[in-house]
């Protein structure tokens, strides 16, 4: 039966707890050091019930409870105390302020999930938990941000792992109105965005959540204005439904997220585009720009490009996001009137070569398209992106493709346990919360003794261990026997090596890699002196059916060969249950396919907490690995043929555990400490915690990309007549292009050169109706391989002497400044101020 009338019920709270409600809707308490406290000390059972949510707890709690607060003195100063740190942090001046009070204009995030914190179930995995530790710091550090996503339903699946051993998968729908959230208003009315597809008109109600200083926008469609049942569910589930679905939701991130901005008169000077389902976010902004210029679509463009950066986050070509063409003409086919473009054109944009050649439009191809900035998530990654999208820019060498990268990181004070905390307020400066991402702050962490920090470690662990037994007793007691249920309590080991795994259950993650050879894996965990355990949890995409597999695999090995109290397999992993793993385990273990991590960051999260790590070399411990601050797998090596390297790399990982890993854990001083590994531990701590935080990891976004690309867009959209000019140039460049050439190179001997020696070189080129400040002429110097082909390219132009007619002659002087085999190359590319990357406009010049 449907209700015929609705109303909400909200506790009426106690005056002088007023400012509670307030912090409540600021998730800025859920890592300030004091903001749980405010609320666990309401009821710390409840607490825990309502899974941390602070207006569900507070509408619940027994109203008695509140008024016995109002009277606790106390408590009540605590409340107004955390009120004032709240307003202080909403308004103080901070990095941005403090490094780029020059710079006008905003800044706006999409990403289709965040995960802030486990009361807010709206994110799967990793890029959700990036995004929200990227909103974090973005406050933290002052930034004028905003964020655009969706608000889901029934938000990811909750998993349940049957006698089976096999996932299955359950929904259950969240409640707002009970959440930290308040539906955004315009003069009083609930603000509801229209978007219209080919057939349809989609309504989306938007809801905000305040991420400290970062607002952050949501789009859900459940709503009665959308009548048909489907478009209704279109926000129900996070990567759920069918590829129109999909295509759908993306529509209402990206264009529904703009028209958000529009609405709210958010006119943003920066857009970052995270992973390529809010692409379609680039469409709809030049849309608007064409309108507010009274300028065309390529024109538009331009200005389009000049503020917008696009993350790629997915090594695998099959990861990124891809539409069938027939589905883009279907859905936003329309979009073509608007824009006044063709069809081929709209299709081009997401396609490389002719839209006749394709069957598939690419989200990320339209992200790297239609921006001017592009980054991969760590260096490796970088690297592996550059190859993957050569094809775009077929022209120029790999080096130089214009995919730059800025390593992922994590929100410190978000991920760190309490422990540490209390032990870095002893040990380090009085300010090093204010600068995490300073590696001279994590120096004095060598200062911490050992006893003292293996100590804290220690309590985490056998926080864990009960942790684990209190889910397996409340949550997974129908995978356990009636004799085991009544020896929960010899299941793990506090004093035992304790190994963690936990992430998604992706195949080229390799869950099953440590089970490879498991006589071998069992003398190992049998061992009475030296003792090891494992710990471990992950979800594989409920379409998944080989992640499925491998967690079945793993848990049918567990029974078969009698490991249940030494492997525990947690079921429904969440953040809760990561920052238990990431704080109280000896060794994070991670074995994906090199290079198929593009950065990882639970590794981080663990290495934060003196949680070693034992990787494959690869995305972001490929750059921290240092030989004393955690274990390899392998020795970076990649192979075509994953089972060799898997056997290779499984008996690597039986080596390293049983000849370095278990040993250093075990080997105790008179005092039972393990001095060695204790070092490692403070190695971690110091190598990792400042290098990789979501502090340095937005810095470098604003210093890189974001400063840039707002000074960049505010240029032209100051001034329309650029924006024309700066069109008409590159059309002016592309039809002389034809006839642009390097006639001849001439050099000074070189047949014998040292070190040090300068090479004179002149050029005559051949210009057509172009001018010397149209382009560069450059010489590209490289090393010479094997194959005789170059690397590690440097560039230096050449200059402008003189010209006769449309011949321009150039000359230049370049020092020899290494040794070996050497070669060079000379190229014409474009130049203009307002040409960010001159690979951008797909033509090069080589000479021939």
């Known amino acids: 039966m449907k209700a015929k009338i609705s109303y909400i019920v909200t506790a009426k709270v106690p005056d002088n707890l007023k400012n509670l409600i307030e912090i409540a809707h600021n998730y800025w308490w859920c890592w300030d050091r004091d903001g749980k406290d405010i609320f666990s000390k309401i009821d710390p059972k409840l607490w825990n019930k309502v899974t941390h949510n602070p207006i569900l707890m507070i509408n619940t709690v027994d109203i008695k409870r509140l008024e016995e607060l109002s009277n606790d003195q106390e408590y009540v100063l605590f409340v107004n105390s955390e009120h004032e740190r709240l307003n202080k942090y909403l308004t103080q001046n901070r990095y941005y302020q403090n490094n780029y009070s020059d710079v006008k204009g905003s800044i706006v995030y999409f990403s289709t999930e965040y995960g802030i914190h486990e009361s807010f179930p709206n994110y799967s995995g990793g890029l959700g938990i990036l995004s929200g530790d990227h909103l974090k710091s973005s406050s933290d550090l002052g930034l004028p941000m905003v964020a655009i996503g969706l608000l889901y339903q029934q938000g990811y699946f909750k998993q349940k792992i049957n006698a089976s051993g096999w996932q299955t998968e359950i929904y259950n729908y969240n409640d707002f109105y009970s959440m930290p959230l308040k539906i955004t208003k315009i003069n009083g009315e609930n603000l509801i965005i229209e978007i219209e597809t080919a057939d349809i008109t989609i309504f989306a109600q938007v809801w ?245 920090i293996w100590r804290e470690k220690q309590r985490r662990r056998t926080k864990l261990v009960q942790f684990v037994r209190d889910y397996i007793s409340k949550h997974q007691k129908h995978t356990l026997s009636a004799e085991q249920i009544l020896n929960l309590s010899s299941f793990l080991n506090p004093d035992a090596l304790t190994i963690g795994f936990a992430r998604r259950f992706a195949t080229y993650k390799r869950a099953t890699l440590l089970f490879s050879d498991i006589d071998r894996l069992k003398s190992i965990l049998f061992n009475v002196e030296k003792p090891v355990q494992i710990i471990i949890s992950g979800k594989a995409h409920p379409n998944d059916t080989a992640g499925k597999e491998s967690i079945q695999s793993i848990i049918t090995k567990i029974k078969e060969n009698g490991l249940e109290k030494h492997i525990i397999f947690i079921e429904n992993y969440d953040m809760i249950i990561a920052r238990m793993l990431i704080k109280g385990c000896d060794v994070w273990l991670n074995n994906p396919i090199r290079p198929l991590e593009a950065s990882g960051t639970s590794g981080m999260k663990a290495g934060l907490n003196g949680t070693l790590n034992f990787s494959v070399l690869d995305g972001w411990w490929d750059e921290s690995y240092t030989g004393e601050n955690g274990f390899p797998i392998g020795d970076g090596e990649e192979s075509e043929d994953y089972e060799v390297l898997a056997e290779r790399e499984s008996k690597y990982m039986y080596d390293i555990l049983e000849k370095s890993i278990i040993p250093k854990f075990y080997d105790r001083n008179s005092n039972l400490i393990p001095d060695d590994w204790a070092r490692y531990m403070k190695n971690s701590i110091e190598t990792i915690s400042g290098k990789f935080s979501s502090n340095r990891m937005v810095k470098n976004y604003t210093d890189n990309y974001y400063v840039n690309a707002i000074r960049e867009f505010n240029k032209l959209d100051q001034n329309p007549q650029a924006i024309v000019g700066y069109k008409e140039w590159k059309d002016k460049v592309l039809y002389n292009w034809g006839l642009v050439n390097i006639n001849s190179i001439s050099s000074t001997n070189l047949e014998k050169i040292n070190f040090g020696d300068e090479i004179i070189f002149e050029a005559e080129i051949e210009l057509a109706g172009l001018h010397p400040n149209d382009v560069k002429l450059e010489a590209v110097n490289g090393l010479i391989d094997a194959d005789g082909n170059m690397y590690d390219l440097q560039y230096l132009e050449l200059n402008y002497i003189s010209n006769i007619g449309s011949i321009y002659y150039y000359k230049n002087n370049i020092q020899s400044n290494r040794s070996g085999k050497q070669g060079l190359n000379f190229r014409i590319i474009p130049n203009n101020e307002y040409l960010i990357n001159p690979q951008d406009m797909y033509i090069c010049k080589w000479y021939e």
Do not use: C
Request: charged share 25%; hydrophobic share 40%; glycine share 8%.
């Open 208 to 452: 905000e959540l305040n991420a400290g200083r970062v607002k952050l926008y949501l789009l859900d469609t459940n709503i009665n204005k959308n009548t048909d049942p489907e478009i209704r569910k279109l926000t129900d589930q996070l990567y759920g439904g069918n590829r129109e679905t999909r295509i759908l939701q993306e529509i209402v991130l990206g264009i529904g997220g703009v028209r958000v901005l529009r609405t709210l008169g958010i006119r943003a000077s920066a857009f970052h585009i995270n992973e390529g389902h809010a692409a379609f976010a680039l469409l709809e902004r030049t849309k608007y720009l064409m309108e507010d210029h009274n300028i065309d679509f390529w024109t538009a463009v331009n200005l389009t490009k000049a503020g917008s950066l696009f993350t790629t986050h997915t090594p695998v070509p099959a990861g990124n996001e891809v539409f069938k063409k027939e589905l883009i003409i279907k859905y936003i086919g329309h979009f073509v009137d608007r824009l006044h473009i063709s069809i081929d054109d709209l299709l081009k944009l997401g396609m490389i070569g002719e839209a006749k050649d394709n069957d598939h439009f690419s989200m990320t191809i339209l992200g790297l398209r239609l921006t001017n900035y592009r980054n991969g998530v760590s260096k490796l990654h970088g690297e592996v992106s550059r190859k993957m999208w050569s094809s775009l820019w077929s022209k120029f060498p790999l080096e130089n493709i214009p995919i730059g990268h800025i390593t992922n990181g994590i929100h410190t004070l978000t991920w760190l346990s309490r422990e540490f905390a209390e032990l870095f307020d002893k040990y380090l400066d009085n300010n090093w919360r204010d600068n995490i991402d300073d590696d001279n702050t994590w120096e004095k962490v060598q200062n911490i003794p050992n006893e003292e």
